[in-house]
C-alpha cells in the first residue's frame, strides 16, 4: 500500500512563487514516475509536470520557463517550484506516482494566485 502525502499550497499574489512537495510512502520497490497534475473548476485535469525514474522531465507549454519539477529518489519526494505565478494557474493540484502497472494520488492541495 503506498500514500502520497501533499503540501505546499497557498494564497499567493501574481508573480508570486510557492513550492508543493509530494512524499509518498509505503512499499516502492521502483518508481517509474512522479508529476503533478492540477484540475481548475469546470476544467478538466492536465498535466502540469511529469519526471521519469530516468530524469527526463516534461511540462505542459503553460508552465514552461515558470515551473520546475525535481525529485529525491532518497526520500521518495517530488517537488513542483512554481514561479512567476498566474490566476490561470489557480486549481488543486495533484501529485502522481506511477509504480508498474499502477497509478496513485495525493489528496490534492489548493493553489489560488490573486491580487
Known amino acids: 500500500q503506498v500514500q502520497l502525502v501533499e503540501s505546499g499550497g497557498g494564497l499567493v499574489q501574481p508573480g508570486g512563487s510557492l513550492r508543493l512537495s509530494c512524499t509518498a510512502s509505503g512499499s516502492i520497490f521502483s518508481i517509474n514516475a512522479m508529476g503533478w497534475f492540477r484540475q481548475a473548476p469546470g476544467k478538466q485535469r492536465e498535466l502540469v509536470a511529469g519526471?521519469?525514474?530516468?530524469?527526463?522531465?516534461n511540462y505542459a507549454d503553460s508552465v514552461k520557463g515558470r515551473f520546475t519539477i525535481s525529485r529525491d529518489n532518497a526520500k521518495n519526494t517530488t517537488y513542483l517550484q512554481m514561479n512567476s505565478l498566474k490566476p490561470e494557474d489557480t486549481a488543486v493540484y495533484y501529485c502522481y506516482l506511477h509504480v508498474f502497472l499502477t497509478d496513485y494520488w495525493g489528496q490534492g492541495t489548493q493553489v489560488t494566485v490573486s491580487s
Open positions: 519526471i521519469t525514474n530516468g530524469g527526463s522531465t
